[in-house]
């Protein structure tokens, strides 16, 4: 699978990288990865059977049985459909705190190194340009102010009818931008060779056409 190209987007919380990932997916008929949704699951998993977020051994070995799939638009954790219950910052927050163990990244290697199929895949995360796929093609370091974020993130949840609070918002983004790139495993960071894509005076279609333009360019 070495010649499927893969267009790795890492950056911090509500910077637009799923958003952006996956139009730019569309745009170019290929896949896309929402490698966040599978810490969240994991998370979402453990609360669901008592496993501590601390206890390594044994989420590295839940990661290693749970059954995700991503279909469309939704997304199966053992056969049950996961709704907007994966998307608080609440899931976000228990998603970070699993991500920082070292046997659970590994266990989830494999399960993201799958979706690199033809004709191409576009990855959006942490650590997509620097360890899961760092022969990517087009690595993009995406970043907004953390106020900008904030505002995002309340937007969306607004938006979904599910309550939200600005300062709580921009408290949690910082802490969960602390958490990432402070701990010892693949740290949230501008991988050697990504470049920087700062979208806190770009709409969602300016970050779109960018990646794109900078895709062209390297093709
Ligand atoms: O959408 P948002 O950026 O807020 O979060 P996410 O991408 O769904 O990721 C949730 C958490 O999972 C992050 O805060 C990271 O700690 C962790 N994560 C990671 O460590 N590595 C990845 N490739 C993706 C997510
Ligand atoms: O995946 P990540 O957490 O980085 O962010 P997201 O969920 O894709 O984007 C967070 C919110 O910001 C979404 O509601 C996007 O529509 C919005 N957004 C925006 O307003 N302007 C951008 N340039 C990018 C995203």
Redesign the pocket.
Known sequence: TQAVPVIAID??????????AQRVATALGMHYLDS?ALYRLLGLAAQKRGIALEAEDKLAELAGQVDIRFEGEGIWLDGVKVGDELRTEEAGAAASRIAALPKVRAALLDKQRAFRRAPGLVA?GRDMASVVFPDSVLKIF?T?SAEARAE??Y??LKEKGMSANIAALLQDIRARDERDTQRSVAPLQQAQGASLLD?TP???E??VQEVLSRYRAVK
Do not use: E, F
């Open positions: 950056g911090p919380s509500a910077s637009g990288k799923g958003t952006v966040g959006d995406l907004a995002r993130r937007k969306q979208t770009l709409n969602i300016q970050a």
